[in-house]
């Protein structure tokens, strides 16, 4: 039998076996991928053909028990991940470990795992895992500023002026060495400014450092011709992109050992942050996607500022120790206290700016941070694979400067869950605790909650106002977003009360 296929590009396809189905339409990202049925996608024109998974190789999960979701009392986790996670999920009841091989129903996985394992891998309707198949499309550097330049010059030309200025809360930023002549073009112009050069794809301020002069650029560059990276290190060159806009690192993963160049991004320093104390610091800040199609995300109330040790100033540009706030950075300064740690709690950082500024600036920043986050994840929204076994615990780094305007430096796919202090490991365990609430594995909610435990959604396919009924997008109305960053973390009343109710619907008739 003749299982060739001409798709609309004019291509020829010649198949295995015969297609039960052939799918026309937009594909999000070339990536292959396993569904109820083989799915092999045809890269240059999105045509989708679908098989029987009948005699194929692939790893499934989920699929022992039988049951429907809303019905599991017992959950099969996985993780390797050994901090407050792994505390996390052994307290909570229902959920028990499986190692090595075993089935599992919520794997907390690392992203080496996804990229290696997700296309290969079958997953049951309940199934979750922690990422999204190419969450790098906004936790990586360089693709996060391409991403959020294509959706302003996108709202630009849709809605105009005024609503593509709300994108503008990221520094002028480039990509190198890519993009180094026009990086050297806009040098020039702003002579004796200063800029940061960092890594794509690294954290924890590794490889950051800061420069004025075109000359310690030059240096760099010659630094890193004929560098070969790591296997864990490396990181895509140049990226192809397909017509959606997504980036497709697959096609040069081949080639890691191949490629010359580490990719940075220059990005223009902010030269004149908020200062508490006479010290630098930013705001970690934690933003849960359950979907992005439709785009459904929740926002934490607790959070931290996290400090430099050292009072600031731009005269030593080589100190790490003034101008990175990292923890991993910090906790390596002579001054550094590990009991006390280099952190404030949200909420105590929010008094503070009221008790400066007073309530309306306090307001209007952290208004302008939730449009940061929406606006951030609305510029990935038609490229990330919107997958349902998929969800992902994004940790944004916000700087404030001194007019109390906030900047998006980057945003973590796998913020740290290890603790510097007991305050911190009880903000992070009641993080993850009331993340697992909101997936929801055991199937108690009715998805029509506007606040789970510490967590208020803030979009659910359009803004999520705190009033109860329908969202008021006249502008005529006192619509109020469903936000309270920084604000009364009362979770564990706000989840007896929850879950109590949940137990009333359930047991009422009809």
């Not at 007019?403 to 980057?410: G, I, N, S, V």
């Not at 007991?422 to 594995?441: A, F, I, N, P, R």
Request: proline share 4%; net charge positive; hydrophobic share 35%.
């Amino acid at each position: 039998m003749d299982n060739s296929f001409r798709c609309r590009g004019n291509e020829t396809h010649s198949l295995s076996r015969a297609p039960v189905a052939v799918w026309f339409g937009p594909m999000p990202c070339r990536d292959r991928r396993l569904s109820r049925e083989g799915r092999w996608v045809c890269k240059t024109n999105y045509i989708i053909f679908l098989f029987s998974l009948q005699n194929q190789s692939y790893k499934a999960h989920g699929l022992s028990k039988g049951k429907e979701r809303e019905q599991r009392t017992l959950i099969r986790f996985k993780t390797t991940l050994m901090n407050t996670l792994m505390d996390v999920l052994r307290h909570r009841p229902g959920w028990v470990e499986v190692k090595d091989e075993g089935e599992w129903d919520f794997y907390w996985c690392d992203v080496s795992w996804l990229r290696e394992n997700f296309d290969h891998t079958y997953m049951d309707e309940h199934v979750r895992i922690s990422h999204f198949r190419n969450h790098y499309e906004l936790t990586r550097k360089n693709y996060m500023v391409k991403n959020l330049k294509r959706f302003r010059k996108m709202l630009e030309r849709e809605a105009g002026k005024v609503e593509a200025a709300k994108c503008d809360f990221f520094p002028k930023t480039f990509e190198m060495p890519c993009e180094y002549h026009l990086f050297v073009e806009e040098f020039r112009k702003n002579p004796g400014i200063t800029w940061i050069m960092k890594p794509v794809a690294r954290s924890q301020g590794k490889g950051i450092f800061l420069f004025r002069k075109l000359k310690d650029i030059m240096d760099w560059r010659k630094g890193t011709v004929g560098k070969k990276l790591t296997i864990v290190e490396a990181q895509p060159a140049r990226a192809n992109t397909n017509p959606s806009g997504s980036h497709d690192p697959r096609s040069s993963d081949d080639q890691k050992d191949e490629i010359p160049v580490e990719n940075y991004v220059a990005q223009r320093y902010v030269e004149n942050p908020y200062l508490i104390g006479g010290r630098k610091f930013d705001l970690r800040v934690y933003v849960l996607v359950m979907s992005y199609i439709p785009l459904r995300a929740w926002l934490y109330r607790d959070g931290f500022a996290r400090f430099s040790n050292t009072r600031f100033t731009l005269n030593s540009i080589d100190d790490h120790y003034v101008h990175l706030t990292n923890v991993a950075v910090q906790k390596t300064s002579p001054d550094y206290h590990p009991k006390k740690g280099c952190k404030w709690m949200l909420q105590r950082f929010r008094q503070y700016l009221a008790s400066k500024h007073g309530p309306e600036a306090v307001v209007t920043l952290f208004s302008d941070m939730d449009n940061i986050f929406i606006k951030s994840l609305q510029s990935v929204q038609k490229v990330i694979i919107s997958d349902k076994h998929c969800f992902e615990l994004y940790g944004y780094d916000i700087l404030i400067d001194q007019d109390l305007k906030p900047w998006l430096l980057e945003v973590n796919a796998s913020p740290s869950l290890t603790a510097s202090s007991q305050e911190d490991y009880e903000l992070k365990t009641c993080l993850l605790e009331d993340t697992l609430h909101v997936v929801d594995m055991e199937g108690r909610l009715t998805g029509r909650e506007k606040r789970v435990g510490g967590f208020d959604l803030m979009w659910n396919d359009g803004p999520v106002s705190r009033e109860e009924g329908p969202s008021d997008l006249t502008g005529l109305g006192n619509f109020v977003t469903n936000t309270r960053l920084g604000c009364v973390n009362d979770r564990k009343e706000q989840l007896r009360q929850l879950f109590r109710s949940l137990q009333v619907q359930k047991k009422a008739p009809g």
